[in-house]
């Protein structure tokens, strides 16, 4: 089936089956390899994207239901200059291990920044929680969030 994506602000045509996962398309098919499969049910957030600015599971979705929408993933955030802040703040504050649930805090962390910018640690860790990481115990990970906060502030 014909669907025409806007991915990341671009328009992407594609002749996919409108039932695959939205997270397989953006790899198999776009070639964004950032947002990753950790659970495949939901449950992890590694996958997370930026759906008309809110944060969903790509695996959860099926890619005929975003047709038309705006489809917003962790290559997005970066600049060819620079690291968007809270990528920036995840490396120097060491928020990161293996990397698998990285890049969807990231897009989770910078819609944090965009929708809640007065957000205190609680407010932030609450608004994380659909992001599971196995690695970092989540104290680095929420200085990071609030380091990148605060300098916007």
């Known amino acids: 089936m014909n669907l025409e994506l806007n991915v990341n602000g671009e328009p ?17 098919d776009l070639g964004l390899t950032g947002s990753k499969e950790g659970c495949g049910e939901g449950e992890c957030g ?3 994207v930026l759906l008309d600015g809110e944060p969903v599971n790509s695996c959860l979705l099926p890619v005929g239901a975003v047709e038309g929408r705006a489809v917003r993933t962790v290559e997005d955030l970066a600049s060819a200059d620079a690291l968007h802040p809270v990528q920036r703040a995840l490396v120097d ?16 962390a910078a819609w944090i920044l965009e929708t809640h910018p ?36």
């Open 12 to 28: 992407r045509p594609l002749d996919v089956d409108p039932w695959r996962r939205l997270l397989d398309v953006l790899r198999e």
């Open 46 to 48: 590694a996958c997370s």
């Open 93 to 108: 504050l060491a928020g990161t291990q293996c990397g698998i649930c990285t890049p969807g805090i990231a897009v989770t």
């Open 118 to 153: 007065e957000a205190d640690r609680a407010q932030v860790r609450t608004l994380l929680a659909g992001n599971l990481c196995r690695c970092t115990g989540y104290q680095l990970v929420v200085d990071a969030v609030m380091a990148a906060l605060e300098a916007q502030r």
